[in-house]
């Protein structure tokens, strides 16, 4: 674990150097013709090794932001050098591994030869915040962007940094719908997928435990979690507890919202959805079916799974590329259910940048990502859900292996909800996570956390609405 924690770390730091240099080189602060600081001083900068310094440059070379002149250094270019329409797209490294972006950006260079696509991979730490950046600063043309983030975004007052796209009706309707505002579709969706459990099937049959379906609830869950688990060897089930797209699916199940009086006050002593992070807590205290870590990311969670640590995870479809190669024997099932079996959609789309000064051409770029050809080709090559209809619905020999309960999803889709649906703004949901956290982890009652969260509520409203205002 130590060792790809560092990994993590140097990646992060490499990342954290493209992104400093590329924001620095388009803002002007290095202009056309200048160069860059030397590579030592940059290792000095970055506390990177000068092999990494070298491959975060090659990056910028690629990108077109600077070229190598042997024994001088790194020169800063115009963008006039390039030739044909240059468009700028980012998103996060993984999300483009997972849709395999780097061979539809390949296919659609191909079709368009006249149009040169520009890959930015972004850090997925503070995503929206960065993104929003770029856009309003011009630095993209296209982005990838999700429910979550296009929210932060809605309650920022900036949704008119993205482009109105013409609503295409072979997609998903319930995909489109949370990208739409005012009668506009504002983001052109890609890929989705509900949050849902993952198995292995093998520590089941091992057990004797038979497997989930769409009948368990939660104390299903806890009880067969005890005998999946083996002391010294497995847990029974995990989950990374802070994740947004995590935690909240206990109080979105149990029927409840946050609904303000009409003075603005929450009363929340008798309020379901308070009640429903109970049976998170009830899971966190059984410390032989889930272990108390302190994971850094889903992606932790995750490993565990991939190392055979763990039986249960609770995921989603984009995790399932990662276990095409793994030898796992797996599956996956509806979440349990307490008062309903809802779950949390995950929605990742397109977006075009309203100030684009290429506009025509970003938005054939996201024309041709969610055509009907890329997304069957993402169908047949990854375990993505697309969001095109009848790309999902293509029958014929599969190219890759899938677990049996793959197209449960279409089953589900009533299920499928957004988080905003309990009442809450995003930033409400970030505020009120450090409370809910405490409450988990029991270091504070149901009676103190209502009280914290009666307190806390009204003042994120009135902060999202002066800012609001100011931004209006």
Known sequence: MQKRNSRKHFRARLDEMVVTLREEILSGKFPVESYLPSESDLELRFQLSNNSIRKGLETLVEEGLIEKIARVGNKVVSPSRRNGTVIKFGYVQATGELAGVDGLLQAFHEKYPHIQVQPIELASMNYSRTLLEYMDAEMLDVAMINNNSFQDFAEAGQTGLLEPLEADSELYPFATAPFEQAGSTLVQPFILSPVVLCYNKEHFREARVPEPDSSWTWQDLFRFGKQLAVKGKRFGFYFYLPSRNRWPIFMLQSGGKFEPDPNGEYLLAASKAVDGLGICRELMEMTDVFPVLLSESDADAEALFLEGKVSVIMTTYYFLNQLKDAGISFDISPLPGLENNKTLLIVNGLAVNSRSRNKEAAKLLVEFMTSYEMQLKIRRQTLNITAHRAAMEWHGEE???????????????????????????NNQLKEMQREAMQFLSGLQDKEMLCRRLEQLLPAVDKTNGAESSSKA
């Open 399 to 425: 190219t890759t292996y899938r677990p049996s309960r793959f197209f449960m999803y279409r089953e589900i889709i009533p299920t499928f909800r957004l988080v905003t649906e309990m009442g809450l703004s």
